[in-house]
């Protein structure tokens, strides 16, 4: 069983920033592709940014050059740097995770709790 912890949500005005962190714990043998996906209320659950174990990465257009995906493999963690926010930015921030575990030796896919970022001012 493999849980993924998000921390770094919370309030910010237009322009700000913030940084989310998810970190995976249980019985990992190996973390392939780790990402970050968003829901804003009435709407469908939207693919953020992701990232492979050998670093390459994928965003959104909407946050192209906004938001930088990175990740710390010998702590099991991903990052999402998001700068200057805009109020369509506000969302329910889910962490996904595509892990090799090591019982019971199978590869499953795993979500965060999600974590609230509201952007206003």
């Known amino acids: 069983q493999v849980q993924l912890v998000e921390s770094g949500g919370g309030l910010v005005q237009p322009g700000g920033s913030l940084r989310l962190s998810c970190a995976a714990y249980?019985?990992?043998?190996?973390?392939?592709?780790m990402g970050w996906y968003r829901q804003a209320p009435g709407k469908q659950r939207e693919l953020v940014a992701g990232i492979t174990s050998g670093g390459i990465t994928n965003y959104a257009d909407s946050v192209k050059g906004r938001f930088t995906i990175s990740r710390d493999n010998t702590k099991n963690t991903v990052y999402l740097q998001m700068n200057s926010l805009k109020p369509e930015d506000t969302a329910v921030y889910y962490c996904n995770a595509d892990v090799w575990e090591v019982v019971p030796n199978t590869r499953d896919d795993y979500w965060g709790q999600g974590t609230q970022v509201t952007v206003s001012s």
């Open positions: 249980g019985s990992i043998f190996n973390i392939y592709t």
